[in-house]
């Protein structure tokens, strides 16, 4: 398994921009994919994204498109999801997690085997 530490979360005005980082601590990316969750209080894990590390093939939730950008940096061995357009319902834990999920799966939580921390993301209004 991959240890996984997840950075860059914090306060964001409404309209707001962050960009969270997924760092390799041990372990590489190599042959995963690497998606990004969320989890708000009271409701259930989110899928947010996807990379596949080795082709670079990129996924998103419909809810989500056009507002996520997630890519991979080679040399820091880490993964980036930059969100734009924050609303204060994008709330949350965000979590990034690694696994080999079959091909169209990749939504499903069950898919991925190693989980970071989370990060605590807050949009205020």
């Known amino acids: 398994q991959v240890h996984l530490v997840e950075s860059g979360g914090g306060l964001v005005q409404t309209g707001g921009s962050l960009r969270l980082s997924c760092a390799a601590s041990?372990?590489?990316?190599?042959?995963?994919?690497v998606g990004w969750f969320r989890q708000a209080p009271g409701k259930e894990r989110e899928w947010l994204a996807c990379?596949?590390?080795?082709?670079?093939?990129?996924y998103y939730a419909d809810s989500m498109k056009g507002r996520l950008s997630i890519s991979s940096d080679n040399a820091k061995n880490t993964v980036n999801l930059l969100m734009n357009s924050l609303k204060p319902e994008d709330t949350a834990v965000y979590y990034c997690?690694?696994?080999?999920?079959?091909?169209?799966?990749?939504?499903?939580?069950?898919?991925?085997?190693?989980w970071g921390q989370g990060t605590q993301v807050t949009v205020s209004s």
């Open positions: 041990r372990g590489t990316f190599s042959r995963f994919v």
């Open positions: 990379i596949n590390w080795n082709v670079g093939l990129t």
């Open positions: 997690a690694t696994g080999r999920p079959p091909y169209g799966s990749w939504m499903y939580a069950s898919q991925y085997d190693s």
